[in-house]
């Protein structure tokens, strides 16, 4: 399926003889378009083969080689990489983490991004833009930025500690980035205050796309707020949402930013990401690209085989 | 109904309270980090331990310890060199190759954009590698091409412009055509300045991904002097005894350019995300 079959169009290949009577075109002004068509999209084209397809093969190639920097060669067996895999604890934690990651962040993320977009959609609700950008206003701070906000607030001696204790919720400071859990939380609550207001963006858009005579007919038919929004709001919203179940999906699953600067992958690297991880593997300390490759072939597969998991369902209940 | 609807009012007005006081914790933890982040620059280390809320006066001795041990000019110059130059490159590729695929659209054209598509689905990480070697072997590691060249053509950007060529109307094509006007001259003159609204959103998502961008120049650009501003105060947090002032400094500069292109661009941004699936 992912085999780039493209053929070269008849038209950049046919001799320049044949243009007078050539079937193909209606005339040499059409056959000249055709090839300014050509022209205009093949430095994109170019870019996207040399710069995202040409690699993805040629990590799979290294992903059944070994050696070290450049000195690669056939893995024996060729497996080897993949084998190796199986006794990495380490890739192990990493692959659990990331996936602890995607199955508690991004439900409760798209289902607060939904009920904010449904209060920002209201078109009697007071000070509008203000929530709007509030609210949105994360999605434009870098990942690394905000990983060394939440870093200083998250420190023993930091903002949130000091709040707690103010309030009164707890006597002695929590060390939030030196225990697994919560670590793992702090990572959690950062996504969900970088990305929630970006999918806000997205749901507020498909949202002022619903037709209005749908919810007017509804409420004739004595629907109340609540049965109107799932049974016709969410209907016609289904395909953004499936879009940013995907997004984000893809998203957490190549994560790395928040890895490296918010925890550092600690404690003992149990909120070390797989990207974090292949990272590590491929460019820190003695770079192996053979096992870095297999690594990030996995992540390839776990990023393919959730999509079409996600467009099947999504594709259901029609 | 009449009779009723006074009474009505102020129930409703009433369950409007939880609504906005959801909304208002909402905004709280969303521009809290950021107030603190702002507060901060100016606070020394002790006082952004202190959890202190109000604005300091430590502000240029922050900038002083900061720019003592780090390059920030430099790193500044980088970022703004990358970002502008994938920008520029991204908004020309991209516009033309959407544009391509929609006015001069034929079946073999839409299986390429087909398959273009498809590369919206590969994670970087699985790329990451061999593009590695690949600008390694070309003698372009530390080099603004490295940094920009895998990021000028997007699926995205390609989609948000061919989005945008369906709006624009076939008949002023074909009238242009008629007078006399090149296709060149037609996308030129015709497509880009009536697209201005696209070519901004365009611009605002990609200058953004780019200024932002972390993983890939980490690591292709190994010599610490081309260093990027994110790069910066990632690497900031490496000693043992951190100056929590200086390190928030650095932080809202390198904020500064995203945040202020949202504020005044806030309408390009929602449009260069939703754009495309509108």
């Known amino acids: 399926m992912m085999t780039p079959v493209v053929r070269p169009d008849r038209a950049t290949t046919t001799p320049a003889k044949r243009t007078k009577g050539s079937p193909r075109y209606s005339s040499p002004a059409a056959r000249r378009r055709s090839l300014t068509g050509w022209a205009f999209l093949i430095p994109a084209a170019a870019l996207i083969g040399l710069m995202m397809f040409w690699p993805m093969f040629q990590a799979l190639i290294l992903s059944f080689q070994t050696g070290r920097g450049s000195n690669l060669d056939w893995a024996d067996p060729l497996t080897f990489n993949y084998d190796r895999m199986l006794d990495d604890d380490i890739f192990r934690l990493t692959l659990t983490t990331t996936l602890l990651y995607l199955v508690i962040q991004v439900p409760i993320m798209l289902v607060t991004a939904l009920v904010l977009a449904n209060i920002l959609n209201n078109p009697r609700l007071k000070w509008k833009g203000f929530w709007r950008t509030a609210i949105f206003v994360p999605a434009a701070i870098s990942l690394v930025s905000y990983s060394l906000v939440f870093r200083t607030i998250f420190a023993t001696d930091g903002l949130v500690n000091d709040a707690l204790i103010w309030v009164g919720f707890i006597d002695n400071p929590i060390n939030w980035l030196g225990e697994t859990n919560t670590a793992r939380l702090v990572i959690i609550l950062g996504l969900l205050w970088r990305w929630t207001g970006f999918n806000v963006i997205f749901y507020l858009a498909a949202l002022q796309n619903i037709d209005p005579t749908t919810l007017e007919a509804a409420k004739m038919d004595g629907a109340g707020p609540i049965r109107t929004f799932f049974s016709v709001t969410i209907p016609q919203m289904k395909p953004m949402i499936l879009l940013t179940v995907i997004m984000s999906t893809n998203g957490t699953i190549q994560m790395f930013d928040e890895s490296y600067n918010l925890t550092r992958g600690g404690p003992a690297n149990t909120t070390m990401t797989m990207s974090h991880y292949l990272f590590d593997v491929s460019f820190q300390n003695n770079p192996n690209f053979g096992y870095g490759a297999a690594l990030s072939y996995v992540i390839l597969i776990i990023v393919a085989v959730l999509a079409a998991i996600q467009m099947k369902v999504g594709d259901k209940r029609d | ?278």
């Open chain 2, 1 to 278: 109904m009449k009779p009723s609807k006074a009474p009505t009012r102020t129930t409703a007005r009433w369950r409007e309270v939880p609504k906005y006081a959801f909304l208002s914790i909402v905004a709280l933890l969303s521009i809290g980090p950021l107030y603190f982040m702002v507060v901060s620059a100016t606070n020394t280390t002790q006082d952004v331990l202190g959890s202190s809320m109000l604005p300091g006066t430590n502000l240029i001795a922050n900038w002083q310890s900061l720019t003592e041990f780090q390059d920030v000019g430099s790193a500044m110059y980088h970022s703004i060199i990358n970002a502008v130059a994938t920008t520029v490159l991204a908004l020309v590729v991209c516009s033309i190759a959407g544009y391509g695929f929609e006015v001069y659209h034929s079946p073999n054209k839409d299986r390429l954009m087909w398959v273009l598509m498809l590369a919206m689905m590969i994670p970087f990480a699985a790329t990451m590698i061999p593009l590695f070697q690949l600008f390694a072997d070309a003698g372009l590691v530390n080099s603004t091409w490295a940094v920009v060249l895998p990021a000028i053509a997007t699926p995205l950007l390609i989609l948000l412009f061919r989005q945008s060529a369906r709006s624009f109307p076939h008949e002023i094509i074909e009238a242009a055509r008629i007078d006399g006007l090149k296709e060149v001259a037609i996308f030129w003159r015709m497509f880009v300045p009536t697209m201005k609204p696209t070519y901004a959103a365009a611009a605002v998502i990609t200058f953004m991904t780019a200024w932002n961008n972390f993983l890939w120049p980490k690591v292709i650009l190994v010599n610490p002097d081309y260093q990027t501003m994110p790069m910066l105060i990632s690497n900031f947090t490496g000693g043992y005894v951190i100056d929590y002032g200086a390190l928030m400094l650095a932080v809202l500069i390198t904020s500064l350019p995203t945040i202020i292109i949202f504020f005044v661009l806030q309408r390009s941004f929602v449009a260069g995300f939703t754009g495309v699936v509108k």
